[in-house]
């Protein structure tokens, strides 16, 4: 089972708006980390939150965690054409590797 | 610096085949991921190398195989292909936490 699920799966919205991109995963963690893919490409991190902290800006970036619901969430601010992307938060399992969500596809409109 | 890179870039068999697909690490980095992503799915964890050995093996069958060099680069092996077998794998290098993904090899079964 997945560690990490993605909410919503795709996502359209306008150039310039704002996009947020959730993520919930069922076991304790010790970070989460954000990725983005291109087009089917290599994955992109992007950004890195750990347990102990609620909230963390990377440019126009903005990652929250919530570790009582078990939940992240990512922000990207005044979106651009570029940002047209899937993206994918990861968790660690027992086993220290990476879990994987389905992914968010987010298309940014002109 | 150069970053994680993999070849083929496509690679088209036909069932019952044998794949072989390579990756180099960034220069410094002794663990070695390889992932398999089916079309508009999430990553799925195949094989995990470090410092030459085998650390640990996703939920897939024996015919997924692969193996470390000396350099840390790495080689994943798919035998008998199957159709389903058709998806990206992408090879990541880590210091850890954080991944870095090589562009990925499209692997097409006929």
């Known amino acids: 089972s997945q560690q990490g699920e993605e909410d919503p799966q795709a996502l359209s919205i306008q150039e310039g708006e704002n996009a947020t991109m959730n993520c919930s995963y069922k076991?304790?963690?010790?970070?989460l980390q954000w990725y983005r893919q291109n087009s089917g490409r290599g994955l992109v991190h992007l950004i890195l939150?750990?347990?102990n902290e609620r909230e963390k800006h990377s440019g126009r970036l903005r990652v929250t965690l919530d570790t009582s619901k078990k939940s992240s969430s990512l922000l990207i601010t005044a979106s651009r054409a570029a940002d047209t992307a899937s993206y994918f938060c990861?968790?660690?399992?027992?086993?220290?590797?990476?879990?994987w969500g389905a992914g968010t596809k987010l298309i940014i409109k002109p | 610096e150069a970053g994680v890179t993999q070849s083929p870039t496509h690679l088209i068999k036909t069932r019952g085949q044998q794949a072989t697909l390579r990756c180099s690490p960034i220069s410094g980095h002794t663990s070695v991921y390889w992932y398999q992503q089916a079309l508009g799915l999430g990553l799925q964890f195949l094989l995990w190398?470090?410092?030459?050995?085998?650390?640990n093996r996703g939920n897939f069958p024996p015919r997924f195989s692969g193996r470390q060099f000396p350099n840390y680069s790495s080689e994943l092996n798919v035998n008998a292909l199957e159709l389903e077998d058709s998806a990206l794998y992408l090879c990541a290098s880590s210091p850890n936490p954080e991944q870095f993904f090589g562009p990925g090899t499209r692997l097409t079964v006929l």
């Open positions: 076991t304790s963690i010790n970070n």
């Open positions: 990861a968790t660690k399992d027992s086993n220290y590797q990476l879990i």
């Open positions: 190398y470090d410092e030459g050995e085998e650390r």
């Open positions: 939150i750990r347990s």
